[in-house]
């Protein structure tokens, strides 16, 4: 069982960053390829950013492409989420999440075995 927890969240202005943690639990977290959802409310969770077990392959949703950026860090068990030039519609409960047996970072959440609590981000105009 894989814990994580994201931390980070807050508000801020239009055009701000905000960076996002998700610490895990499991000592094998390097095997985990991990990611990056957001749920706005009334919506389903969507893809925002993957990154491959190693961290040498990434990936984002074209809405995040250019402003935010994914990586990890396998000897701290964490995953971060830099956003910056942050708008009103990246308002959203963050999650990160986890899984294994995959190369790239499956877009459908269904994939995913392990998810974190959810950290909010807030976007004022």
């Known amino acids: 069982q894989v814990q994580l927890v994201e931390s980070g969240g807050g508000l801020v202005q239009a055009g701000g960053s905000l960076r996002l943690s998700c610490a895990a639990s499991?000592?094998?977290?390097?095997?985990?390829?991990m990611a990056w959802f957001r749920q706005a409310p009334g919506k389903e969770h969507e893809f925002v950013a993957g990154?491959?077990?190693?961290?040498?392959?990434?990936e984002y949703a074209d809405s995040a492409k250019e402003r935010f950026t994914i990586s990890r860090d396998n000897a701290k068990n964490t995953v971060y989420l830099q956003m910056n030039e942050l708008k009103p519609e990246d308002a959203a409960v963050y999650y990160c999440?986890?899984?294994?047996?995959?190369?790239?970072?499956?877009?459908?959440?269904?994939?995913?075995?392990?998810w974190g609590q959810g950290t909010q981000v807030t976007v004022s105009s």
């Open positions: 999440a986890a899984t294994v047996f995959v190369s790239r970072p499956p877009r459908d959440p269904s994939r995913y075995v392990y």
């Open positions: 990154i491959s077990q190693r961290g040498d392959s990434t």
């Open positions: 499991e000592r094998t977290f390097s095997s985990y390829l």
